[in-house]
């Protein structure tokens, strides 16, 4: 009686549970392959990014990095929505800004041959590129820049003001469609930040 009951109910989804199933499913360093897996979708877990990238799981930040790292590692975005997948389960997490965030970057070539290549806070590496743009929002009550890039499938890396401000030092104006605008240069890609004209 007691084997009949305990199938009757599904084990409790928690950050235990899907870092096992993520531990048993990913064998090679890296990113999980999570866009051929369509596990159900099992709830949402008390689990959180916050702006500066601290990850938090029942209002207590995760302090060990192999496990955000890991967790990092089977994050997905759905539409818009942030869940970690593994190929039994998906679980949905609040992120506040972006998932992850740069402090720096590095840079190599010059000219049309450059490429600026980004870390993030878990140790992902990425080139910014046509796969992985830098793009610039202004907010439009503080005319303040919030720079991102693209790290992989549609998750993004929040630049820090520190990276912006070395990133303005290699910019350069360029005309796209008859008109001038400033921004950056990577893997062949001209990265608009915003309009000549507005340089103060």
């Known amino acids: ?88 389960e998906k679980v949905g997490i609040t992120v506040e800004d972006a998932p992850f965030i740069t402090e720096d970057f590095e840079v190599t070539g010059e000219g049309d041959t450059q490429v600026l290549t980004f870390e993030t806070h878990v140790g992902d590496f990425t080139a910014a590129g046509p796969d992985n743009p830098i793009r610039v929002d202004i907010d439009p009550d503080t005319d303040e820049p919030a720079p991102y890039v693209t790290v992989r499938a549609n998750l993004e890396a929040r630049i820090t003001r520190k990276a912006f401000y070395r990133l303005v030092e290699l910019g350069i104006h360029q005309d796209v469609n008859g008109q001038s605008l400033f921004g950056v240069m990577s893997s062949g890609v001209f990265f608009p930040f915003l309009p000549s004209a507005e340089l103060g």
């Open 1 to 88: 009686m007691a084997k009949a009951m305990r199938e009757q109910f599904p084990v409790k989804i928690d950050a235990d549970t899907i870092a096992a199933s993520a531990t048993a499913a990913v064998k090679a360093r890296g990113p999980a392959p999570v866009h051929l897996w369509n596990p159900p979708h099992c709830g949402d877990l008390d689990m959180r990014i916050a702006r500066d990238g601290t990850w938090f799981y029942e209002g207590s930040p995760i302090n060990r990095p192999a496990m955000v790292k890991m967790f990092s590692n089977i994050l997905r975005k759905d539409g818009d929505n942030y869940v970690l997948v593994t190929p039994v």
